[in-house]
């Protein structure tokens, strides 16, 4: 068959609040149209038209050149959805053509063939989801009735069609739809459906760019160990935690092992450096520094970089303090200055070592941080 593709890709995100057209923002470090690419180059069409945002033509028209390897064109967005479709339909020479919108760039390739692969025997064929909360009908606030979510589906894109019957129905209608479907359906036209994915979801609002972040954006992570003896003096402070029975332990600031070694984990895995190249002794405002202000100035470098902490997880070694007793406090504590969930565990070197005699405390940090952007 022979298939094109219409990528509506002209939104300006206004409900996501991004300062850019929706299609332009990134997750794991890809664009949302970078990421529809991937699926649409693997599905292959005979052409690719992607309707884009009219101020940023030439960025498109870049971003799609290193990203698509087939044949494509830009078209410019129109006053409306339903017009951008227009204008992206305009230059479509395929007998069929799968509509679909940029902002459900996460739908696979195999979403893509089982349109085109019901439109042999149909002339309308959109994806659909099954609801799974209860609906109700509603006027202003006053619930009317509860509806038979049984009937009742989720559509989604790529939707397919014969090419020309869509745009001889696009130009005789002044009505707007929400969808091109609707639009044939209301001309007569029997719509047939495929099944959905999850995964096709669509990025309108920032929770909904937070999932996309959340299920489909980059990952890095970053190890960290840190050292350091008891000295003669002072009060230990360690996971940002006093533990007045023992003394400091020795180092440019106050020693605190666990901090030291989730700081140098985070660093690590967003390509930073380490602690001593950020906070070491040609850094004399930080001397003495608590642990808690070195993770706290780490975490605005990652930020600045476009990564959030997911999670972190710290070995202890030492004979000295017992973690036991205060390992749950100790991982609220933490988890409060990381702003994410840290897990801790302890153990000992079994007799080996500096630490086997409680001269000193090693920690030991692994960081999961997320790509934002």
Request: aromatic share 6%; glycine share 10%; proline share 3%.
């Amino acid at each position: 068959m022979n298939v094109a593709v219409v990528l509506v890709a002209a939104g300006k995100g206004e409900r996501l609040g991004a300062g850019i057209p929706k299609a332009l923002v990134k997750v794991g470090g890809k664009s949302l149209l970078e990421h529809a690419l991937i699926s649409i180059q693997e599905f292959n069409p005979a052409q690719l038209v992607v309707v884009a945002h009219e101020d940023h033509l030439a960025e498109f028209e870049e971003q799609v050149s290193a990203n698509y390897e087939g044949r494509f064109a830009i078209a410019p967005g129109g006053n409306s959805r339903q017009g951008s479709v227009a204008n992206g339909l305009a230059l479509v020479t395929e007998d069929l053509v799968l509509v679909h919108d940029a902002a459900r760039c996460f739908a696979s390739a195999q979403l893509f063939r089982n349109v085109a692969s019901a439109l042999s025997t149909s002339e309308v064929v959109i994806p659909l989801m099954p609801v799974a909360d209860t609906v109700k009908r509603v006027s202003g606030s006053k619930i009317l009735g509860t509806e038979d979510r049984s009937a009742l589906r989720l559509s989604q894109t790529p939707q397919g069609f014969r090419t020309e019957v869509l745009k001889t129905a696009i130009a005789q209608t002044s009505e707007e739809f929400t969808d091109e479907a609707a639009l044939m359906q209301s001309l007569g036209f029997e719509v047939e459906s495929v099944s959905g994915e999850a995964t096709a979801f669509k990025v309108t609002t920032a929770a909904d760019l937070d999932r996309a972040r959340g299920d489909f954006g980059a990952r890095a992570t970053g190890i960290g160990t840190d050292a350091h003896r008891f000295s003669e003096s002072g009060e230990l402070v360690l996971g940002c935690l006093v533990w007045p029975e023992l003394p400091k332990l020795e180092g440019h600031s106050d020693g605190d092992s666990i901090a030291h070694a989730i700081v140098d984990a985070l660093l690590s895995a967003a390509k930073l450096g380490d602690i001593g190249s950020n906070f070491g002794v040609d850094r004399p405002e930080f001397a003495g520094a608590s642990g808690e202000v070195f993770v706290t100035e780490t975490l605005k470098m990652i930020s600045a970089k476009g990564y959030l902490v997911e999670n972190v997880a710290v070995q202890v070694i030492a004979d000295k303090p017992k973690i036991g007793p205060r390992r749950f406090e100790l991982e609220a504590r933490l988890s409060q200055v990381v702003g994410a969930p840290v897990s801790v565990g302890a153990t000992t070197t079994d007799g080996l070592g500096f630490l086997a005699d409680s001269r000193g405390v090693a920690a030991v940090a692994t960081a999961l941080l997320k790509v934002l952007g």
